[in-house]
């Protein structure tokens, strides 16, 4: 179905009518002729990226093509939108996939296509708000002060950094501190920076890069871009048909991806997409080593600027050179006075992104805890929780394996070690544990210090995860005094195995490989810390070596917390009064038994 303003010359196509006109070869050549023209169109409003974009996600969104034609049929605007099939909501055709969102125009017939496009957009469709979500530098806007009351603009600085001769990228990496991370990098394995054209070179690097950026957003963000659209790798796939689109860079240690971007080429820029690094080599700053890197590299193509985008993170502040201005804006299809009152007061957009931030991960916590769906539950787990506050004694066992005890036979290999795949499978066991978001924080925390993660996935889920901390002198516990370790020691520590799959022996061959893997890398000793409500698995423990040495202990008083070492009281029974009360008791690798439920 099409519409025609006789002022204007405005068609609205959408559905089959749009498919049938994008196919078209001569609306084409038009379409192009005029992204040419338009000053301030970006490459997020031109062909390859948005007929792709209409054929990737065509199952979700219905296209929806704006016209402006002269009566010589010559195209004076476009606007390319796409309506959602799943809410009924219209977007700019790309929806988050265009860092740009406009129209396009010929020079001086931006402000009467614009209006008469959404006068005709109005009419045509219930949806009753449009939002672009960043105009590129140089939109015309004098037509916003007409429509004041039925749309919302608001300024948003963009930051860019210049690739032009006399830029300070080479300074930056000539500094003291770059080099010594440099240096420490060379020592890890060979460093290579290159760009990567061949569409199936990328297809298997993007594999590599997913899992990256994932976790790197789920981290930060409690975004999984990948994980939460089954589309986007498809569409990126499909991208790589158009070679003068999508510019890839990666950064190699050893031919393994430590860092990379995958950006667009908008004209004599590229735009920051997708920037990731992995978290086991971030002390090494090879986030910021790649963005130098990428700005000679961009240097030597030609380009003259590298757009970090408007709004986001703090890092671009260090990279920009200098900044213009995007803007955001709201526009009303159908006004009403609610439309206008929620606009103009209610408009989520003015939130700064802390704010979203902060307000994102306070809605993943009620939905992840369900207080509401879980309301039975509740007297229980606050009582439970104020005593642990109140009164409460913490116990970790400390038991240690060397490397000549029973010597050193090969596991079968059943765990990944530092595989960041298997920590975005991580779910929540319970509505009172923490969020996946919380965990990923504290991996990548971790990773980025030096700790290795073994795990396993079964189901197409976490089911295991243990963490090792190798050659240490010192091991500082959360609950107890500093513990010295022997020289080339290692530590195990925070072991979970999932309710549903305990009593395979995960946990005991976990730990046989975890010693195998230390012992290869000349660690004599090692020590694992268990927490007092996982001494059930202490018999999968000492069935992989390991021998019971002692405990730390935390008691907290209404307050008052005091921190001590011992071992649990031994009482000596008979063999039979042991077979009678056999799960009351429990033995350790030395032959003791130790009555479970003593006071510490």
């Known amino acids: ?143 916003s002060v007409r429509w004041k009351g039925r749309c919302h603009l608001r300024s948003v600085p963009r930051l860019l950094m210049s690739t032009r001769p006399g830029n300070t990228i080479a300074q930056s990496l000539r500094k003291r501190s770059m080099r010594s991370r440099l240096n420490r990098l060379k020592r890890v394995g060979e460093i290579t920076f290159r760009r990567v054209v061949d569409p199936a070179e990328i297809s298997a690097l993007l594999d590599e890069i997913i899992p990256l950026h994932d976790f790197r957003q789920g981290a930060a963000y409690l975004n999984y871009p990948f994980c939460s659209d089954v589309l986007k790798k498809p569409f990126h796939l499909a991208m790589m048909e158009h070679p003068n689109l999508m510019h890839v860079t990666v950064l190699q240690v050893n031919s393994r991806i430590v860092a990379a971007h995958i950006g667009l080429r908008n004209k004599q820029q590229v735009s920051l997409g997708i920037l990731t690094h992995s978290p086991l080599f971030s002390q090494y700053s090879v986030g910021k080593f790649h963005i130098l890197l990428l700005g000679l590299d961009l240097q030597n193509e030609g380009f003259t600027d590298f757009d970090l985008t408007p709004g986001g993170e703090e890092y671009k502040e260090r990279f920009a050179s200098h900044r213009d201005e995007a803007h955001m804006l709201d526009v009303l299809l159908r006004p009403s006075r609610v439309r206008q009152l929620r606009l103009h007061l209610g408009d989520p957009m003015r939130f700064n992104g802390f704010t979203r931030l902060r307000a994102r991960e306070i809605a993943a916590q009620i ?40 010597g050193i036979a090969q596991p079968h290999w059943t765990m990944r070690r530092d595989c960041l795949q298997d920590l975005l499978l991580f779910k929540p066991p ?87 893997d230390a012992a290869a890398s000349e660690i004599q000793h090692i020590y694992l810390f268990v927490p007092e409500n996982e001494t059930t698995a202490g018999r999968e423990i000492e069935n992989a070596g390991f021998v019971y040495e002692k405990s730390f202990f935390e008691g907290n008083r209404f307050g008052r917390v005091r921190r001590w070492e011992g071992t649990p009281p031994v009482v000596t029974v008979s063999k039979e009064f042991l077979r009678q009360s056999e799960n009351q008791f429990e033995r350790n690798s030395s032959g003791r038994t130790l009555i479970k439920g003593l006071p510490k």
């Not at 050549?29 to 974009?53: H, M, R, S």
């Not at 305990?502 to 010693?515: D, N, V, W």
């Open 1 to 143: 179905m099409s519409q025609e303003s006789d002022s204007a010359m405005i068609r609205v196509h959408r559905g089959k009518q749009a498919v049938a006109l994008i196919a078209d070869s001569a609306f084409r050549q038009k379409w192009a002729a005029l992204y040419e023209a338009c000053p301030y169109g970006t490459c997020f409003q031109d062909i390859p990226f948005v007929t792709t974009w209409y054929r990737s996600y065509a199952e979700r969104f219905e296209p929806v093509i704006v016209e402006g034609a002269e009566e010589d049929s010559s195209l004076t605007g476009l606007l390319t939108l796409a309506l959602s099939k799943e809410n009924n909501t219209l977007v700019p055709a790309g929806t988050d996939h265009a860092e740009y969102q406009v129209w396009l125009a010929r020079d001086g017939q931006s402000d009467n296509f614009i209006e008469s496009a959404l006068n005709c957009l109005g009419q045509e469709f219930s949806a009753g708000q449009l939002r672009f979500r960043y105009l590129p530098t140089g939109t015309p806007l004098e037509w």
């Open 367 to 406: 939905r992840h805890r369900a207080i509401i769906s879980n309301w039975l539950m509740l007297p229980g787990e606050l009582i439970r929780q104020l005593k642990v506050a109140l009164w409460n004694t913490k116990e970790i066992c400390l038991y240690s394996r060397n490397r000549s005890r029973n």
């Open 430 to 516: 319970g509505p009172w544990q923490r969020p996946r978001h919380e965990f990923l924080r504290e991996a990548a925390d971790r990773l980025k210090n030096g700790y290795h993660v073994y795990t396993h996935v079964l189901d197409g889920q976490l089911v295991h995860y243990g963490w090792l901390l190798e050659k240490q002198e010192n091991c500082p516990l959360p609950e107890g005094p500093a513990f010295t370790l022997p020289l080339n020691s290692a530590v195990l520590f925070d072991f979970y195995t999932h309710l549903n799959y305990r009593g395979l022996g995960i946990y005991a061959k976990s730990l046989r490989q975890i010693f195998f």
